[in-house]
Antibody
Framework: QVQLQESGPGLVKPSETLSLTCTVS????????WNWIRQPAGKGLEWIGR???????NYNPSLKSRVTMSVDTSKNQFALKVNSLTAADTAVYYC????????????WGQGILVTVSS | DIQMTQSPSSLSASVGDRVTITCRAS??????LSWYQQKPGKAPKLLIY???SLQSGVPSRFSGSGSGTDFTLTISSLQPEDFGTFYC?????????FGQGTKLEIK
């Protein structure tokens, strides 16, 4: 059974950079692509971006150039960085696995609440 | 970006009812459409992918249909555990986008 676990700080100051890591267990990271998705409290889901194990990425233009994703296949991990944080970035952040057929997203991590506040 | 519009935004139904949720895309997405169920405090759970393929382990009372711009999620006989918020999501074009959600309450 594949499991995804987000890790990182729960509280970050405005203007600083958020760094999150997703550790994948139960399957090889190489057979899929990987996503970050966030959800502000009481609101809907926003796709942040995806990364393939080749390192190829696609980001949501809504976050403009503030997002960077990376992958470490040797550790079965992938990571997210978001810079220039504001209160609007406060949300639960999920990592999730994507399949190549129909590009659907199946397994999600439990999510990590990130609060941007001084 | 492709806009995904769900209806209704909320509904209340009784155990045993047939429930239908619709999702419309602002442009054709072929069958690159998934449905998720999210319960409070939990991550979304995949129900349907490829518009009509049932994810492994999901009860057969859930079904999906449609292609192009119009899609439907149907629960054939509502069960008490089927409450939550349902989202559609397109994976045809980045950025992937989600519908605004349909909150389902069990009467």
């Amino acid at each position: 059974q594949v499991q995804l676990q987000e890790s990182g700080p729960g509280l970050v100051k405005p203007s600083e950079t958020l760094s999150l890591t997703c550790t994948v267990s139960g399957d090889s990271i190489s057979n899929y692509y990987w996503n970050w998705i966030r959800q502000p409290a009481g609101k809907g889901l926003e796709w942040i971006g995806r990364i393939y194990t080749s390192g190829s990425t696609n980001y949501n233009p809504s976050l403009k150039s503030r997002v960077t994703m990376s992958v470490d296949t040797s550790k079965n991990q992938f990571a997210l960085k978001v810079n220039s944080l504001t209160a609007a970035d406060t949300a639960v952040y999920y990592c999730a696995r994507g399949h190549f057929d129909w590009l659907y997203i199946d397994y999600w991590g439990q999510g990590i609440l990130v609060t941007v506040s001084s | 970006d492709i806009q995904m519009t769900q209806s209704p935004s909320s509904l209340s139904a009784s155990v045993g009812d047939r429930v239908t949720i619709t999702c419309r895309a602002s442009q054709s997405i072929d069958k690159y459409l998934s449905w998720y169920q999210q319960k409070p405090g939990k991550a979304p759970k995949l129900l349907i992918y490829g518009a009509s393929s049932l994810q492994s382990g999901v009860p057969s009372r859930f079904s999906g249909s449609g292609s192009g711009t119009d899609f439907t999620l149907t629960i054939s006989s509502l069960q008490p555990e089927d409450f939550g918020t349902f989202y559609c999501q397109q994976s045809d074009t980045t950025p992937y986008t989600f519908g605004q959600g349909t909150k389902l309450e069990i009467k």
